[in-house]
């Protein structure tokens, strides 16, 4: 599998510095890796989901909350925010620019190498339970709070090109529903009609 991603590039800073929900589109059929000492875990991402920062009532970093958390909300775009929700790791793509905290959840993948090392940390065998959902792809992938602020542009965790999503849909985000008017806000992206989405629904 390591000779199947030796030829792989990070994706460069710039790509983390465009408009976070352009960013949350473009992330759609990018590849997500990390390496651990168990092995090597990628899969292409189908799901996003953008948080607007200050103004955004469903987002961390609403009016300008600056907490341990959200620190690394507010440095350079491009930085991985892992937090812990109902016991799971989430995995966010920090964007926006400094002293702009935005970001981009990761809210699934499809599974595209380390599949048998994804079944073992899940227990489960079902291809498309394995990363369907923010906390189940963190889970298999080996994402961790020990990834909090690491950069994206280098190992053992980083975002590389991967395919080119033919149509993609958007909707309401999940599991907002205490945030006022932002539980509208159509900023959830995915691969339409992709198996692996954690959700499926008309755009």
Known sequence: MADLLKDIEPLPQEFYEQPTLELAKALLGCLLIKETKEGIAAGYIVETEAY???ADRAAHSYQNRRTKRTEVMFHRSGLAYTYVMHTHCLFNVVSGGEEKPEAVLIRALEP???????KIRRGIEELTKLTNGPGKLTK????????????LTSPPLYIAKGICPKNISSGKRIGINNSGEARDYPWRFWVTNNKYVSKQQKT
């Open 112 to 118: 595209a190498f380390g599949i048998e090392l994804m």
């Open 52 to 54: 607007m920062g200050p």
């Open 140 to 151: 298999s992938m080996g994402i961790s709070m020990e990834d909090y602020s690491r950069t």
